[in-house]
């Protein structure tokens, strides 16, 4: 299985952006599928997680400005960001909950005051 996450950049605060989690070698409508994130010098934190029975939770940082969401059929994971400040700025992971887990390789969002 491998996961590829696309989308980061840099973005001034109030912008938005959308990441994208792209699963190879494994479908994912079975599993739940979530997004971390990891900011410099910080331990890798829960941002938001989509369970294949079709519900949502977030971490209360990110509650009402980041949106997960799925396509079972292509195999993609989203994750819109709305309102991005500051703090926002890190490494994001995907990861499929499956197993002992899978991650993808990190996408970096950088957020400008």
């Known amino acids: 299985v491998q996961l590829q996450a696309s989308g980061g950049g840099l973005v001034q605060a109030g912008g938005s952006l959308r990441l994208s989690c792209a699963a190879s070698?494994?479908?994912?409508?079975?599993?739940?599928m979530g997004w971390y994130r990891q900011a410099p010098g910080k331990q890798r934190d829960f941002v938001a997680r989509s369970t294949s029975t079709g519900n949502t939770n977030y971490a209360d940082s990110v509650k009402g400005r980041f949106t997960i969401s799925r396509d079972n059929a292509k195999r993609v994971v989203y994750l819109q960001m709305d309102s991005l400040a500051p703090e926002d700025t890190a490494v994001y992971y995907c990861?499929?909950?499956?197993?002992?887990?899978?991650w993808g390789q990190g996408t970096l969002v950088t957020v400008s005051s």
């Open positions: 070698g494994s479908i994912i409508s079975t599993y739940d």
């Open positions: 990861r499929m909950y499956r197993g002992l887990g899978y």
